[in-house]
């Protein structure tokens, strides 16, 4: 049975993330077609063609490799000044100026005559970058449609002012893991010395009413190394609990690098899964984008932990994963019968919506082979000629994307490598959420 549900987490993720792919590709298709762009291929997946039809000017089908994705929108680089994009040039003054030529020759060796006017250079800035924003934007709505049926119908984990747990001792973040135990040399907790049982309501902290437990943490670290009267509601009677927090080392926020020092207490909150509203979702959405970004700009440094990991070290378990470790992950959940069936439906999901917002902003990073890239290029397009004609300046011309083509290769190799990384670790010291 375990087996058979660890299967069907990884089928319904995969199915998951395949449609995804294809509606932010269909996300650059649709506006392309609606502003008159020839589009000649829409294809989930790459490699060998499975199944192809069709409908058009354009050929839907499915590759062989379910990982991605691509549109065909004919003519995305312009033809080099003074050149007829019909004729291939008969030579080239070097490896670099070969590279960007041949790239350019392939992309036209699809183009009819009667194309012209219909190719993707020639349309207007603000059209080419619709185009590309669209399919890092239809992800982003994804993400957001997923995130909001999950908190407004299934509900949200808020930390209560119930205590779960207390701490016994002290222990610095650099130190923490799963199995570090208590030893004689560490310190007793403040919430151990003062009494603190499990199933105590915090009401007051130094004279200040609680009424979540978010307004509790600042007030614990703010307060140091100084004493701490604490009321606490147990079985129904109010009692007063006096201690001293302690500086300790712990991370600024959950899942963060950042190790701050600040006042620690020593104990943590009791979970309920708590419907919410509209605000919380969009409130959410923005926290979780903030925090993605973060993790985009950390990846580099990630990744040195993850090459650590495949030779032996430990893995972290807040280190990037590639789809097949997120897969791995979404077997495991699903196959976790301590977790009820609301449980794993719902992490699968905020796992799936996840996964649709890092795609959709690692896609706006303004580098050549990603979407960003070409928008950058149609924003600049668009900010030339628009000075061009505010100083009655002669039009510049479109911006040759083409000439990028060099960065835009270094920077796909860098990708496959860092994918090709990622995809060792997940399977030789993959992320086990359950030590399974």
């Not at 649709?30 to 050929?59: C, D, H, I, N, Y």
């Not at 700009?297 to 990991?309: E, I, W, Y």
Request: glycine letters at 10%.
């Amino acid at each position: 049975m375990t087996a058979l549900l660890t299967l069907l987490g990884i089928v319904l993720f995969a199915a998951g993330i395949l449609i995804s792919v294809a509606l932010h590709e269909m996300g650059h298709m649709l506006p392309a077609k609606a502003f008159g762009m020839k589009v000649s291929q829409f294809f989930v997946g790459f490699g060998r063609t499975v199944w192809s039809t069709k409908r058009g000017e354009t050929e839907y089908g499915l590759k062989l490799i379910p990982a991605g994705g691509f549109v065909r929108i004919i003519g995305m680089m312009p033809p080099a000044k003074g050149d007829d994009p019909t004729k291939v040039r008969k030579a080239n003054t070097g490896p670099i100026q070969s590279m960007v030529e041949n790239a350019r020759t392939a992309d036209y060796e699809t183009i009819a005559p009667e194309d012209n006017g219909r190719l993707f250079y020639q349309k207007v800035w603000w059209k080419k970058l619709i185009v590309m924003a669209s399919g890092p934007l239809v992800n982003v709505v994804i993400a957001f449609v997923l995130f909001g049926g999950l908190f407004m119908l299934y509900g949200a984990n808020v930390a209560q002012t119930t205590v779960a747990t207390v701490t016994d001792c002290v222990i610095p973040a650099s130190q923490a893991s799963t199995d570090r135990k208590c030893v004689d040399t560490d310190k007793v907790s403040p919430a151990k010395e003062a009494g603190f049982q499990v199933g105590d309501k915090i009401v007051a902290f130094n004279g200040t009413a609680i009424s979540s437990w978010d307004q509790l943490t600042p007030l614990i670290r703010a307060n140091t190394d100084k004493s701490a009267t604490i009321v606490v509601e147990r079985n129904g009677q109010r009692t007063t609990l006096q201690t001293h927090t302690i500086v300790n080392q712990v991370p600024d926020e959950a899942g963060s690098d950042k190790i701050v020092s600040v006042g620690f207490l020593g104990v943590s909150p009791e979970m309920k899964t708590e419907r919410q509203d509209f605000g919380f979702v969009v409130s959410k959405m923005g926290e979780l984008t903030v925090a993605t970004v973060k993790a985009i700009g950390n990846f580099p440094q990630k990744l040195v932990g993850v090459a650590k990991a495949i030779g032996g070290g430990e893995r972290d378990e807040n280190s990037p994963m590639s789809v097949v470790g997120a897969s791995r992950v979404a077997g495991e959940i699903a196959s976790n019968q301590s977790l009820t069936a609301g449980s794993r439906i719902a992490f699968l999901i905020s796992l799936l919506a996840s996964l649709n917002l890092f795609l959709a902003l690692f896609n706006f990073i303004p580098l050549l082979p990603l979407d960003g890239g070409h928008m950058i290029g149609a924003i600049w397009e668009g900010i030339r000629r628009g000075f061009a004609k505010l100083f009655g300046r002669p039009d510049p011309g479109y911006v040759d994307v083409a000439k990028l083509l060099p960065i835009a290769y270094v920077a796909a190799s860098v990708i496959v490598v860092m994918g090709v990384l990622l995809v060792i670790a997940d399977i030789v010291n993959p992320i086990r959420l359950f030590n399974g």
